[in-house]
T-cell receptor, first 114, second 112 residues
Framework: GDSVTQTEGQVTVSESKSLIINCTYS????????LFWYVRYPGEGLQLLLK?????QKGSSRGFEATYNKETTSFHLQKASVQESDSAVYYC???????????FGLGTRVSVFP | EAAVTQSPRSKVAVTGGKVTLSCHQT?????MYWYRQDTGHGLRLIHY???????EKGDIPDGYKASRPSQENFSLILELASLSQTAVYFC???????????FGSGTRLLVI
């Protein structure tokens, strides 16, 4: 089956510093999967942060970027300068081409302090 | 605004009782999903549906039933709730294919 592994637990970072959350995936499908980053802010539901469906492409949103690397099967999330409002739980996820649901990583809680 | 709405927001249920979690979407999406989230497990797929009156098993369907009476509504049913079903439950919808998924705000279920 499919699996997603991401930076575990909690990451604490100072405001204006850079952030990287690692994500690697594994799939038994012969087709390249679709890759997603979702975010859950305190008290809210999951929101799509960015999505990339083509290997080699980069997605970006709200200052975050992630590149779909099929050679290393990775989709790391990066931001050059975080803000306190970026404090949230971030989930890397993988989906197939047939909308049969997403496979999620365990989530990474990011705490940004001033 | 298109959305996925879950009810109730939270619920306390007794062991052995029946629990129904409801989900309503205004996205006009064909696909709907139920996930549960537990500490240490991320989100896991319970059931999904791609058309009204039909449901499919996800990765962890045991102990759960699903019902899709219309395109807009998708329910998750726990016929005999157990302590191990304490979790946060998320509903989602999708257009299908390579589209992204829209999630509800979650239902926090505590079984005692």
């Amino acid at each position: 089956g499919d699996s997603v592994t991401q930076t575990e637990g909690q990451v604490t970072v100072s405001e204006s510093k850079s952030l990287i959350i690692n994500c690697t995936y594994s799939t038994t499908s012969i087709a390249y999967p679709n890759l997603f980053w979702y975010v859950r802010y305190p008290g809210e539901g999951l929101q799509l942060l960015l999505k990339v469906i083509t290997a080699g492409q980069k997605g970006s949103s709200r200052g975050f970027e992630a590149t779909y690397n099929k050679e290393t099967t990775s989709f790391h999330l990066q931001k050059a300068s975080v803000q306190e409002s970026d404090s949230a739980v971030y989930y890397c996820a993988l989906g197939d081409n047939y909308a049969q649901g997403l496979t999620f990583g365990l989530g990474t809680r990011v705490s940004v302090f001033p | 605004e298109a959305a996925v709405t879950q009810s109730p927001r939270s619920k306390v249920a007794v062991t052995g009782g029946k629990v129904t979690l409801s989900c309503h979407q205004t996205n006009n999406h064909d696909y709907m999903y139920w996930y549960r989230q537990d500490t240490g497990h991320g989100l896991r797929l319970i059931h999904y549906s791609y058309v009204a009156d039909s449901t499919e098993k996800g990765d962890i369907p045991d102990g759960y039933k699903a019902s899709r009476p219309s395109q807009e509504n998708f329910s998750l049913i726990l016929e005999l709730a157990s302590l191990s079903q304490t979790a946060v439950y998320f509903c989602a919808s999708s257009e299908g294919g390579r589209s992204d998924y829209t999630f509800g705000s979650g239902t926090r279920l505590l079984v005692i």
